[in-house]
């Protein structure tokens, strides 16, 4: 079964900045596309970020100039800088085959890790 474990989350003070990482195992994603989304309490899951394995890049307007996602293999980065009370949500890994009708998102998703953003 295919694993997504992130980490780098915490708690950080606004305007600062957190690397989050995400590790895939059990399955190659060299041919596949990964990216990050985020949920917020109270609202729905909304996409953050992707890579596809060609390395193209897509972010939401949110948190474009401000994250930079990366990867290298089978795992994927998230470069976070001057974060925003806005940016606290649990932020999950996204890989695998693109969903047919959906804009970069994937398969199989990681647990969650928690982006806090005090003021």
């Known amino acids: 079964q295919v694993q997504l474990v992130e980490s780098g989350g915490g708690l950080v003070q606004a305007g600062g900045s957190l690397r989050l990482s995400c590790a895939a195992s059990?399955?190659?994603?060299?041919?596949?596309?990964m990216g990050w989304f985020r949920q917020a309490p109270g609202k729905e899951r909304e996409f953050v970020a992707a890579?596809?394995?060609?390395?193209s890049t897509y972010y939401a307007d949110s948190v474009k100039d401000r994250f930079t996602i990366s990867r290298d293999r089978n795992t994927v980065y998230l470069q976070m800088s001057n974060l925003k009370p806005e940016d606290t949500a649990v932020y999950y890994c996204?890989?695998?085959?693109?969903?047919?009708?959906?804009?970069?998102?994937?398969?199989?998703w990681g647990q969650g890790t928690q982006v806090t953003v005090s003021s």
């Open positions: 996204n890989a695998g085959p693109r969903i047919p009708g959906t804009k970069e998102q994937y398969a199989y």
């Open positions: 890579i596809t394995y060609i390395n």
């Open positions: 059990r399955r190659t994603f060299s041919r596949d596309g």
